[in-house]
């Protein structure tokens, strides 16, 4: 079936720092990816749509200068959260549109801690 | 556009059934449900595409509504194992393919 992997699986880092979160299809070809955002106790809440080849398109209320996204091949989005502050501390997980079966295979999530 | 679910929170004990209802303002291309445990991804569950459908095994089905706007997760004699949040959601064409996760539902199961 398919799989997409996403690294790392935790990050701790120090505020003003930049992270570097990576998915990728692992058998199959993703031309979207979607990234999602989720505080303790509450939803996933989608915050970018990841177009290979094309600029990100994100959602209402999401900085994209902050939260940088590159989808280089058909195989790898990033998610880079630039100049991270405590406040984007969260669990940040990603998902492709595989075409088969269900259609939406998720990463495995990333936890990130700024501290 | 994010699905509504109800109730928010629903502790049970073993060997007890629970309903959790997942609805939107607009007819849905499609409902997925996911059950996650704390701290990990959420695992696919089940979806369901055609209006009137109802799908499942013994201990865990969903049905989907005549007009695609109204989908029920069946748990049957829970298990302590069905603790978790479980989240419906909905893509296709009418999101523009995104995948829009609902509102929650947070279940605990006890002995």
């Known amino acids: 079936g398919a799989v997409v992997s996403q690294h790392p699986s935790w990050v701790i880092c120090k505020s003003g720092t930049s992270v570097k979160i990576e998915c990728r299809s692992l058998d199959f070809q993703a031309t979207t990816m979607f990234w999602y955002r989720q505080f303790p106790k509450q939803s996933l809440m989608l915050m970018a749509t990841s177009n290979e080849g094309s600029k990100a398109t994100y959602e209402q209320g999401v900085e994209k200068d902050k939260f940088l996204i590159n989808h280089a091949s058909l195989t790898l989005s990033t998610l880079t959260v630039t100049s991270a502050h405590p406040e984007d501390s969260s669990f940040y997980i990603c998902?492709?549109?595989?075409?088969?079966?269900?259609?939406?295979?998720f990463g495995s999530g990333t936890r990130l801690t700024v501290v | 556009q994010q699905p509504v679910q109800s109730p928010q929170a629903v502790i049970l004990r073993e060997g007890e059934d629970a309903v959790i209802n997942c609805s939107s303002s607009?007819?849905?291309?499609?409902v997925h449900w996911y059950r996650q445990k704390h701290g990990e991804a959420p695992v696919f569950l089940m979806i369901l595409l055609k209006g009137g459908e109802q799908k499942g095994h013994e201990k865990i089905s969903a049905s989907f509504n005549e007009k695609k706007q109204q989908s029920s997760l069946y748990l049957t004699a829970s298990q302590l194992s069905y603790s978790g949040t479980y989240f419906c959601?909905?893509?296709?064409?009418?999101?523009?393919?995104?995948?829009?996760f609902g509102t929650g539902t947070s279940l605990t199961v006890i002995p």
């Open positions: 998902s492709a549109r595989d075409n088969v079966g269900y259609g939406y295979t």
């Open positions: 959601g909905t893509g296709g064409q009418n999101t523009g393919n995104q995948f829009y």
């Open positions: 607009k007819a849905l291309y499609s």
